[in-house]
């Protein structure tokens, strides 16, 4: 292949090692046939499973890198971790992108480009690559997080530097006899532990909606179901009395029953880091699910200002994460808020599921502040008397008054 892309110009050599994010899709595929042969390097793929892989995938992924040519393949199993750095404060933080995404796809490439990072340092790797393109959020994720982690290693980038096609990649990977699907789907679609995105040609504009058959969870459950969902410190420790060793097996469990409903399905508009506008489909039933019932929770066991600030400390987590910024020190400190405000986030909640949609039937915890022995809101009260709210009222709205007596007088004078 021609190379006419002076981005593509780098100070490597052949035999120089070259760590690459592998998939074991066309643009990846791509990029380990292009820098072996074209380039003459040294390649070490890696694939990250952020919980969108099964053992089987993951096996014919394997082959299929070695069957293309790399030096060596590497498989990270990283779903526990993925939890346990990212997913827990979005769960804690209760975030949903512009009130609608559970960041998905955004959470987990910054998974994976940390561990190919750690990856190319453990190698001594010369330069790192991925097969982004240069129209999207990704670069940008990858990119930053290798400038930060492994400065000085070179990052190359086939997809975005030569500006391909996907028909030239698949005219080039054919005139190499690679053999693999490269018949085009119709939707495009990314799973992981945090929800599934969807993309088709329904959002490339900013009208339609997915058709029911681009969903990868099909709807098959018809009946009412209730769910019991058990927090321990803001944790998902147990569902319908069952207990998990680990909370992504809670998750994983709560996708298997919520996601034949067809619950969690919806498109998302937003801001690329790029700052151009886009739709992407999303199915992610568990994590709405599971964050709407911890918000269910919070509420009932948080105080007024413990709720509010979260709120604006985790709109910012999550818009910075997005954005790629997962090792700003700011990202430390505000977990560390997160992380606090749960001491009292234990309970249960029952949730009710429906075809295409769930609601929160209501919560038990020994730390409800709605307590009824407290008083029933709108009925009766132990804590004060009628004559305590009648001052309080008063005193409540003093500045106010004082305010429009202030005003009332320079008028009559003017």
């Given at each position: 292949m021609s190379n006419n892309s002076e981005a593509q110009q780098t100070g490597l050599k052949a035999g120089d090692k070259v760590v690459l994010g592998f998939s074991g899709g066309l643009d990846t595929t791509f990029c380990v046939k292009y820098l072996t042969e074209e380039k003459g390097y040294e390649v070490h793929s890696i694939i990250v499973n952020t919980g969108g892989f099964s053992e089987e995938e993951l096996k014919k992924i394997e082959e299929h890198a070695y069957n293309l040519g790399v030096k060596t393949h590497t498989t990270i199993d990283a779903v526990k971790g993925y939890y346990d750095r990212i997913i827990k404060y979005l769960i804690f933080g209760n975030v949903l992108k512009n009130n609608t995404y559970p960041l998905s796809v955004s959470a987990e490439r910054l998974s994976q480009a940390l561990h190919i990072a750690e990856h190319a340092k453990k190698l001594n790797a010369d330069a790192v690559a991925h097969g982004s393109t240069g129209a999207g959020n990704d670069q940008v994720r990858f990119d930053m997080i290798f400038h930060i982690m492994i400065p000085g290693v070179e990052i190359i980038t086939p997809i975005r530097d030569l500006k391909l096609s996907r028909e030239q990649e698949i005219d080039y990977l054919k005139s190499k006899g690679v053999e693999m699907n490269f018949a085009k789907a119709v939707y495009s679609i990314n799973k992981g532990l945090w929800g599934t995105s969807v993309g088709g040609k329904e959002t490339l504009s900013s009208k339609g909606?997915?058709?029911?058959?681009?969903?990868?969870?099909?709807?098959?459950?018809?009946?009412?179901?209730?769910?019991?969902?058990?927090?321990?410190?803001?944790?998902?420790?147990?569902?319908?009395?069952?207990?998990?060793?680990?909370?992504?097996?809670?998750?994983?469990?709560?996708?298997?029953?919520?996601?034949?409903?067809?619950?969690?399905?919806?498109?998302?508009?937003?801001?690329?880091?790029?700052?151009?506008?886009?739709?992407?489909?999303?199915?992610?039933?568990?994590?709405?699910?599971?964050?709407?019932?911890?918000?269910?929770?919070?509420?009932?066991?948080?105080?007024?200002?413990?709720?509010?600030?979260?709120?604006?400390?985790?709109?910012?987590?999550?818009?910075?994460?997005?954005?790629?910024?997962?090792?700003?020190?700011?990202?430390?400190?505000?977990?560390?808020?997160?992380?606090?405000?749960?001491?009292?986030?234990?309970?249960?909640?029952?949730?009710?599921?429906?075809?295409?949609?769930?609601?929160?039937?209501?919560?038990?915890?020994?730390?409800?502040?709605?307590?009824?022995?407290?008083?029933?809101?709108?009925?009766?009260?132990?804590?004060?008397?009628?004559?305590?709210?009648?001052?309080?009222?008063?005193?409540?709205?003093?500045?106010?008054?004082?305010?429009?007596?202030?005003?009332?007088?320079?008028?009559?004078?003017?």
């Open positions: 909606m997915l058709p029911e058959e681009a969903w990868p969870t099909q709807v098959t459950a018809s009946e009412a179901r209730e769910l019991q969902l058990e927090f321990r410190k803001g944790e998902l420790v147990k569902v319908d009395g069952k207990e998990f060793s680990h909370p992504t097996e809670a998750i994983q469990y709560v996708q298997s029953i919520a996601g034949p409903y067809g619950i969690g399905r919806d498109i998302h508009v937003g801001d690329t880091i790029i700052g151009i506008k886009g739709r992407v489909g999303f199915e992610a039933a568990a994590p709405m699910v599971i964050l709407k019932a911890h918000h269910a929770l919070e509420k009932h066991v948080l105080t007024k200002w413990q709720l509010g600030w979260k709120d604006q400390l985790a709109q910012f987590y999550g818009n910075w994460l997005h954005e790629g910024q997962i090792l700003d020190p700011v990202m430390r400190d505000i977990e560390a808020f997160l992380e606090s405000s749960q001491k009292s986030v234990t309970g249960t909640v029952f949730v009710q599921l429906l075809p295409y949609r769930f609601q929160v039937i209501g919560i038990e915890s020994p730390f409800d502040l709605m307590s009824s022995k407290f008083g029933k809101y709108g009925e009766m009260n132990t804590g004060w008397s009628g004559e305590d709210v009648r001052g309080f009222s008063k005193i409540f709205g003093n500045q106010t008054s004082i305010y429009f007596q202030v005003q009332e007088d320079n008028t009559s004078n003017a």
